[in-house]
């Protein structure tokens, strides 16, 4: 029988995956294991391929070892092709899906004993045709104790458990991990974005919004909190973000003409409980692509793209000209070479055609400007 502490322990772990460490050492001194790894599996052109694993204390300790000799695609348990059906009772030993004196075996045992394990004794816990679950055990290398009745029938209860909780802990991983994705191309947006509920407690920001509150004399989030500048823009705000307007609300400005000027905009998210996404953007502040990536764009020269950029901040041809010390003339004749290749047909189309690019919703390096 499996006690309640540990099936407790067992399901926690989606949640606390460190608890996997702990219950597997469990596992391990339960049986007298050398080691306890759950892997889960996608099943391709006739080959298991690992797609997550867990492991015991030590196993983790000798994890780099264990990955160079036995945890790779040279094992031959992973190749479909070279092995036995699996026993109809679940329990899988590798005299049982080897054929005896198989040259796979031998150099497979050859292997486990460079790694410091032994005989091993495992269950597979089918998915569908494509993935499935591996819990496996290996006593230590030194280790000839064959596994007794009792140490199959405690395999056999607890793999049910062991599946669902290995699955829930894949589905869970996975999620985590698209939103790291997620949140890596938030940071690499121009304009920040910040999470937020009706009260301005802020749950999530990207790096553009962290940078914005963290310099901004207008917004702040001080104490986790949006706050603004001035007592003016604190009412201002607070009515933005506690309006019942659905979709893109009404745009703030704050700091209107000065340096620091912040154009703010709330999206109400549906199913949230309140929680909203506050959209940041500094318009007076010139952070936009590389010389390089204009040129790559727009499939320009060097110097093509050094004078649209500059069209793009505001400088007329005749300050482009003075800056870079060259001819208002050699100015023009560049600007249309630029308008030729774009098909623009006028500095303004360009200019509007440019700004809207993506690589002006992206950020550069932190700090950089159009023109350095």
Same mark, same amino acid.
């Given at each position: 029988?499996?006690?309640?502490?540990?099936?407790?322990?067992?399901?926690?772990?989606?949640?606390?995956?460190?608890?996997?460490?702990?219950?597997? +050492?469990?596992?391990?001194?339960?049986?007298?294991?050398?080691?306890?790894?759950?892997?889960?599996?996608?099943?391709?052109?006739?080959?298991? =391929?690992?797609?997550?694993?867990?492991?015991?204390?030590?196993?983790?300790?000798?994890?780099?070892?264990?990955?160079?000799?036995?945890?790779?695609?040279?094992?031959?348990?992973?190749?479909?092709?070279?092995?036995?059906?699996?026993?109809?009772?679940?329990?899988?030993? +590798?005299?049982?899906?080897?054929?005896?004196?198989?040259?796979?075996?031998?150099?497979?045992?050859?292997? *486990?004993?460079?790694?410091?394990?032994?005989?091993?004794?495992?269950?597979?816990?089918?998915?569908?045709?494509?993935?499935?679950?591996?819990?496996?055990?290996?006593?230590?290398?030194?280790?000839?104790?064959?596994?007794?009745?009792?140490?199959?029938?405690?395999?056999?209860?607890?793999?049910?458990?062991?599946?669902?909780?290995?699955?829930?802990?894949?589905?869970?991983?996975?999620?985590?991990?698209?939103?790291?994705?997620?949140?890596?191309?938030?940071?690499?947006?121009?304009?920040?974005?910040?999470?937020? +509920?009706?009260?301005?407690?802020?749950?999530?920001?990207?790096?553009?919004?962290?940078?914005?509150?963290?310099?901004?004399?207008?917004?702040?989030?001080?104490?986790?909190?949006?706050?603004?500048?001035?007592?003016?823009?604190?009412?201002?705000?607070?009515?933005?973000?506690?309006?019942?307007?659905?979709?893109?609300?009404?745009?703030?400005?704050?700091?209107?003409?000065?340096?620091?000027?912040?154009?703010?905009?709330?999206?109400?998210?549906?199913?949230?409980?309140?929680?909203?996404?506050?959209?940041?953007? =500094?318009?007076?502040?010139?952070?936009?692509?590389?010389?390089?990536?204009?040129?790559?764009?727009?499939?320009?020269?060097?110097? =093509?793209?050094?004078?649209?950029?500059?069209?793009?901040?505001?400088?007329?041809?005749?300050?482009?000209?003075?800056?870079?010390?060259?001819?208002?003339?050699?100015?023009?004749?560049?600007?249309?070479?630029?308008?030729?290749?774009?098909?623009?047909?006028?500095?303004?189309? *360009?200019?509007?055609?440019?700004?809207?690019?993506?690589?002006?919703?992206?950020?550069?390096?932190?700090?950089?400007?159009?023109?350095?």
């Amino acid at each position: 029988m499996i006690g309640s502490d540990a099936l407790l322990e067992l399901y926690s772990c989606p949640t606390e995956p460190k608890r996997w460490c702990s219950i597997l +050492d469990w596992v391990c001194k339960k049986v007298g294991a050398r080691s306890a790894v759950v892997q889960r599996f996608h099943r391709a052109d006739g080959m298991l =391929e690992q797609t997550w694993i867990v492991r015991d204390t030590k196993s983790i300790r000798d994890a780099q070892l264990h990955d160079t000799l036995v945890n790779n695609a040279s094992n031959p348990r992973l190749n479909l092709g070279e092995v036995r059906l699996y026993p109809a009772n679940g329990l899988i030993r +590798d005299r049982d899906i080897f054929p005896a004196g198989s040259p796979h075996l031998l150099e497979l045992q050859k292997r *486990l004993r460079a790694a410091g394990l032994g005989e091993s004794l495992s269950v597979d816990i089918h998915r569908d045709d494509q993935q499935s679950v591996a819990f496996i055990l290996h006593r230590h290398s030194g280790d000839a104790r064959p596994y007794t009745r009792e140490d199959e029938e405690f395999l056999l209860n607890l793999r049910p458990h062991v599946g669902k909780a290995a699955e829930l802990s894949w589905v869970i991983d996975r999620q985590a991990e698209e939103i790291r994705q997620i949140e890596t191309i938030a940071d690499a947006l121009q304009v920040g974005i910040v999470l937020c +509920d009706d009260a301005g407690q802020v749950r999530w920001a990207n790096e553009s919004a962290e940078e914005v509150l963290s310099r901004s004399s207008c917004l702040s989030g001080e104490g986790g909190r949006l706050r603004g500048g001035s007592l003016a823009q604190e009412k201002e705000l607070q009515a933005l973000l506690q309006t019942q307007q659905g979709g893109l609300a009404e745009t703030l400005v704050f700091g209107a003409g000065d340096e620091g000027e912040l154009h703010l905009a709330r999206i109400r998210l549906t199913n949230s409980r309140g929680m909203s996404a506050l959209l940041i953007s =500094e318009p007076r502040r010139s952070l936009t692509p590389s010389i390089k990536d204009i040129a790559a764009l727009l499939q320009l020269t060097q110097a =093509e793209a050094r004078v649209t950029a500059a069209l793009c901040t505001g400088s007329t041809l005749k300050e482009y000209a003075q800056s870079r010390g060259i001819s208002e003339g050699s100015a023009r004749n560049q600007l249309k070479q630029v308008l030729s290749k774009t098909g623009a047909r006028r500095q303004t189309e *360009l200019v509007l055609r440019l700004c809207s690019s993506v690589l002006f919703q992206t950020r550069t390096q932190p700090g950089s400007r159009l023109l350095s």
